[in-house]
């Protein structure tokens, strides 16, 4: 191929990110729009494109959970004390397989599952184990749990007023997000009415008893690992987020009275520069959403908290020193 025909090529080439969306070869300064300022926004301020906190982790550092649960409560009481020693500053509970779907440990369909990807939880002494020794008006607890997200979430209570905290004091977060799980990730129980009167019961109650903790992790994290673009992701998640509010709102819930507790789970993938559009996109349509078409009143209904965690379709078992780089 001679030199003009290749560099002839070269010009023919068309650049786009893993989403599929068109990218220029280079950028300069004539590309950026006027307005720029107003599109984005400061930092802490609507639509919160840049971040719901006007400094963000500068002068309030993340909380940091390793996702962990194996075997037995006992074993995972040691392992969760283990971390917390070594300075983290929060937990994450995963729960085996029996446990999500609601089976006991001792049921025929539970044989080969009980603690494989997650603690084995059948009862409040279960419970009670696991959080033995770690006091939960000082420890916020994300909770991995969909379809028996109330059951969990009323044992972590009651595990709470035996050490004597008020439920007022916990803090922490549930998944309870069914509407993925018919999408993208199949720990489902109940068909989705009953599923969803059981997730809008939630958020009353807590609204209620439990204010400090978030109710729901709407999660777009699912369908991305499922095969989704990162667009796709942010759209089935704002969707399921809508029929959420939808929901709440339809069996008589205040929009300010349980919004400002709704957070959300995305997925990071290695393309960093559309993996931060993404958020600030999810952010900004978030904040026009409920202030625009559901007329929330309250800043914090506007503000689109959420928990990110690298994508484990981006991981290598063939390579795992790579992971290291990656996660990164």
């Not at 997000?177 to 009415?193: C, H, N, S």
């Not at 400002?260 to 559309?274: C, G, K, Q, T």
Request: hydrophobic share 35%.
């Amino acid at each position: 191929m001679d030199r003009e025909s290749k560099a002839s090529k070269e010009r023919k080439a068309e650049f786009k990110t893993p989403s599929g969306l068109p990218l220029n070869q280079v950028y300069t300064e004539a590309d950026v729009a006027t307005g720029l300022e107003d599109r984005l926004s400061l930092p802490g301020v609507y639509p919160f494109t840049r971040g719901v906190q006007s400094t963000m982790y500068r002068s309030r550092l993340w909380t940091m959970r390793q996702y962990a649960g194996f075997g037995s409560a006992k074993q995972t009481n040691e392992r969760f004390r283990y971390l917390l020693d070594q300075g983290q500053t929060g937990l994450s509970t995963a729960f085996d397989l029996p446990t999500q779907i609601g089976y006991d440990a001792d049921h025929p369909f539970s044989r080969g599952e009980v603690g494989k990807v997650g603690v084995s939880i059948s009862s409040l002494l279960d419970m009670e184990t696991l959080f033995e020794g770690i006091p939960l008006d000082r420890v916020s607890t994300s909770m991995t749990i969909n379809a028996p997200a109330s059951v969990l979430l009323a044992m972590y209570i009651a595990v709470g007023k035996k050490q004597g905290v008020d439920p007022q004091k916990l803090a922490g977060t549930i998944q309870n997000d069914i509407l993925k799980e018919y999408v993208a990730r199949g720990t489902y129980i109940y068909p989705p009415g009953p599923s969803m009167r059981l997730i809008t019961d939630i958020f009353s109650y807590c609204a209620e008893h439990v204010p400090n903790f978030n109710t729901i992790s709407i999660s777009g994290y699912h369908m991305r690992e499922a095969g989704s673009t990162a667009v796709q992701e942010i759209a089935f998640t704002l969707s399921n987020a809508c029929a959420y509010v939808d929901a709440a709102l339809k069996v008589g819930l205040l929009i300010d009275d349980f919004a400002p507790r709704l957070s959300f789970f995305f997925n990071a993938h290695n393309n960093f520069l559309e993996e931060i559009a993404k958020f600030r996109a999810a952010r900004r349509m978030w904040a026009r959403i409920m202030r625009e078409s559901y007329g929330a009143k309250n800043p914090k209904s506007w503000q689109m908290r959420f928990h990110t965690q690298t994508g484990g379709s981006t991981l290598t078992a063939q390579q795992p020193d790579n992971n290291i780089v990656r996660v990164t």
